[in-house]
């Protein structure tokens, strides 16, 4: 007596699976929390909550957070065709998300609508364009810090700050090895003169 063919070795089952190896969709969910995870919906089909393939996933060492936006188009890879077991490739430029540029010598990072970093390699030219605040660390405080019509330099103890209101520095102002604070004159009289240059 002829026995029906089980579902999972069903031709039809086996191409719905090999459909389901590789698709592409767009991130319609992002959860950001611990642990990250999108939803893909391609087609008819809406993933449940998968991980995202990132640029490197080593922890603090090696390690980069970028996560997908809404929008955004996708690749569903899932091994076997089993989708609960999928990961999402996102990075697929589309007329809803095109790419920033369509020069061959610029790389170029959007980070918003009008945020920016951008290298030309023909021109040597690197471009930042930051709505609110920029600010560079080393371990040891030295700094610099840009934000909206100010610009703060920290190092070993001594600062300098440029805004409207001109030049401020600290603890004091070195020229030539003279100190603003602590210099003295030479040819220093009583009246009207001119004292002579500082010492």
Known sequence: MHQPTAQTESPYE???RMENMLRVGTVVQVRHGHPARCRIKTGDLTTTWIPWVAARAGGKGRSQ???PVVGEQAMVMAPGGDLTNAVALPGIYSDAKPQGSDSATTARLD????ESASHDSA???LSITIEQNISVRLADGTSVQMQPGRITLSAGGGWLTV???GVTAGPDVRAGGIS???HRHSDVRSGTSNTGGPL
């Open 123 to 125: 021109t040597g030219a």
């Open 111 to 114: 980070l918003s609508d009008t």
């Open 180 to 182: 603003l604070i602590g």
């Open 163 to 165: 805004d409207g209101s």
């Open 65 to 67: 957070w970028w996560p």
């Open 14 to 16: 086996i191409v719905r």
